[in-house]
Structures are given as C-alpha cells and as structure tokens.
Nanobody
Framework: QVQLVESGGGLVQAGGSLRLSCAASGRTLSTYVMGWFRQAPGKEREFVAA????????YYRESVKGRFTISRDNAKNNVYLQMKSLKLEDTAVYYC??????????????????WGQGTQVTVSS
C-alpha cells in the first residue's frame, strides 16, 4: 500500500509560480510511474504530467508543456510539479498518483492505483 500526500498548493497571480510536492510512504516509489492530475470544478479529472521510474522519461499534456516540470527524488520518496507562468485555466485541485506497473506512458486516471487527497491551486487575475 502506498500513501500519497500532496502539498504546496495555494493562491497565486496569473504569471506566477508554484511548486507542488507529493510525499509517499508505505512503499518505495522507485518502481512506480508517478503522475499528476487535476480537476477543476464541474470538469473531469485530467492528466497533467507523468514521470517514469528512473525519471528518464516524462510526458505532459499539451497545454502545460514548457510551463510545468515534473521531477522525482526516489531517495526521498518524493515527486514534484514545478509550475511556472500559471494561467487562470490552471486553477484546479491537483492530485498525485502512483502506478506500479511496467507500461509507459501512463496517461489515464483509471490506470493509477494510488492517489493523494489533492491540493488546491487557484490562479487569480
């Protein structure tokens, strides 16, 4: 069993930056694909970014490419999402997720086995 806890969300002005963290416990994350998803009010949860086991591969949704960076520190069992040039449409609850399988990339929410509780990111004008 893996427990995931997100942190780092908050209120930021458009154009600003935030860094989200996801701390894992229960299992080492080094054999898990890790992903970030988000869900805005009234919308479905959507894929944001994913990172492979050794961090050698990353994958982003088109709208965040060049602005968001996913990274991981397997020694600390943490995953991060650095967000820059934030836009109003980035406002959502952001979730960290873990997938223990061997496929890559993992883009669908239903492919992930473990989820955090989410952290709110609000971008204001």
């Amino acid at each position: 069993q893996v427990q995931l806890v997100e942190s780092g969300g908050g209120l930021v002005q458009a154009g600003g930056s935030l860094r989200l963290s996801c701390a894992a416990s229960g299992r080492t994350l080094s054999t898990y694909v890790m992903g970030w998803f988000r869900q805005a009010p009234g919308k479905e949860r959507e894929f944001v970014a994913a990172i492979s086991w050794s961090a050698s591969n990353t994958y982003y949704r088109e709208s965040v490419k060049g602005r968001f960076t996913i990274s991981r520190d397997n020694a600390k069992n943490n995953v991060y999402l650095q967000m820059k040039s934030l836009k109003l449409e980035d406002t959502a609850v952001y979730y960290c997720a873990a997938e223990p399988g061997s496929i890559w990339p993992v883009l669908r929410a239903d492919e992930y086995d473990y989820w955090g509780q989410g952290t709110q990111v609000t971008v204001s004008s």
